[in-house]
């Protein structure tokens, strides 16, 4: 039995993107930011990235990018939809405590993040980021940029 989920997120691949980098999307600057989203996640949570996720029964599916991890090793899969929107996708079968989810809300904290900070970066700023635990699941990252 399988239970695929499907979490939507803000990140979108612009068109100019879409178009320019076409076939070879990985090469596109958000496909680099969301990259590093991932990597940063399976590196908290012990893991690897792939190019694909896996349902409950086994069944691969292939994605532009996978995090599997070590309490999550199905993987949740980003999956660029065709007007660029990014989706991540997971099998939530037995997904009892949320991993899943907590994965990919994980993961679009980092892009957001990373996304600020280039912006910043880009228009002269210096940088400082700051993270804050609320819980176990939770936290606040508040990004400062001072000229």
Same mark, same amino acid.
């Given at each position: ?10 990140? $979108? ?5 879409? =178009?320019? *980098?076409?076939?070879?999307?990985? !090469? ?12 940063? =996640? ?14 409950? !029964?086994? $069944? ?19 999956? $660029? ?11 939530? *079968? ?16 980092? *892009? ?36």
């Amino acid at each position: 039995m399988s239970l695929e989920a499907s979490y939507s997120t803000t990140i $979108v691949i612009p068109r100019t993107q879409m =178009v320019t *980098y076409g076939g070879n999307l990985r !090469e596109s600057p958000c496909i680099e930011i969301l990259t590093l989203a991932m990597t940063k =996640v399976v590196k908290d949570r012990g893991g690897k990235l792939d190019a694909s996720y896996t349902d409950n !029964e086994g $069944v691969s599916s292939n994605c532009i990018l996978s995090a599997r991890t070590s309490d999550f090793p199905r993987g949740v899969g980003a999956v $660029v939809e065709s007007d660029g929107r990014i989706t991540f996708r997971y099998d939530a *079968y037995g997904d009892n405590r949320g991993i899943g989810k907590a994965i990919c809300d994980q993961i679009s904290q980092n *892009y957001n993040v990373i996304a600020v900070m280039r912006a910043q970066k880009r228009l002269g700023f210096n940088v400082r980021i700051e993270e804050r635990k609320l819980s176990d699941s939770q936290k606040v990252v508040t990004i400062m940029g001072v000229r």
